[in-house]
């Protein structure tokens, strides 16, 4: 990955390391902490490349909100991965270094985490109120898993876990197998103009 400077300071140097990456990669790992905007910059990158869209979180869980077995995930995402293009959104523990080994691009959004707290926030004060207004039309009863874990303690430990997360990305996407694939953005500026060099590519 490239030294790190500012945000804005290592755009050029991370839209240079793209150049060297494959014109077209096929494969495209977005990672980075819960309410970083994973799901929205996947969405923009599998429109830009033309690839198809898998989130992790649509294998894991089924429609009842009950998380997939352990082994059930894995074999599930192993699967996914051996298909010839895909941009997957999503950093589950389990399957994270499967999906990177498959990568022709890692793009890591490592934002500061005033910004990924505030998004956090936001987003539970969003679930809380749907949740809310399901249970008021009585399509809720809040004993759901995923409804159980729309409250502040799990929020608080979300938190502490994204801290955790952002060292450990550090170190694990330095790993020689993965640096030359990685793509880190730093600020949401830094992701504005990754996009808008691919479609002056395409424009070309």
């Known amino acids: 990955m ?4 500012s945000a804005y300071d290592e755009t050029s140097q991370q839209l240079a390391l793209a150049a060297t990456l494959n014109d077209a990669p096929r ?3 977005v990672v980075g902490a819960t309410g970083s905007g994973k799901t929205v910059l996947a969405g923009r990158l599998s429109q830009c490349w033309g690839l198809p869209l898998y989130g992790l979180d649509r294998v894991f869980w089924d429609a009842q909100g009950r998380g997939a077995q352990s082994a059930d995930f894995i074999e599930a995402v192993s ?3 051996q298909q010839d293009a895909w941009v997957l959104d999503g950093h589950y523990r389990a399957v ?11 793009v890591w959004l490592n934002y500061p985490m005033w910004l990924v707290a505030s998004r956090l926030v ?11 207004d399901r249970q008021r039309a009585g399509q809720g009863s809040g004993s759901e898993p995923r409804e159980q874990s729309a409250t502040w303690s799990v929020r608080v430990a979300r938190l502490a876990r994204t801290l955790r997360e952002r060292k450990e990305y550090g170190r694990l996407l330095e790993a020689p197998g993965y640096r030359d694939k990685v793509i880190e953005l730093r600020s949401p500026r830094a992701t504005e103009d990754l996009i808008m060099s691919r479609r002056s590519t395409l424009a070309q």
């Open 27 to 29: 494969r495209i790992s």
């Open 96 to 106: 994270r270094e499967l999906i990177w080994r498959r990568s022709e691009m890692i």
């Open 79 to 81: 699967a996914l991965t």
């Open 2 to 5: 490239a030294e790190r400077g």
């Open 122 to 132: 936001r987003r539970f004060v969003q679930k809380r109120h749907a949740i809310e």
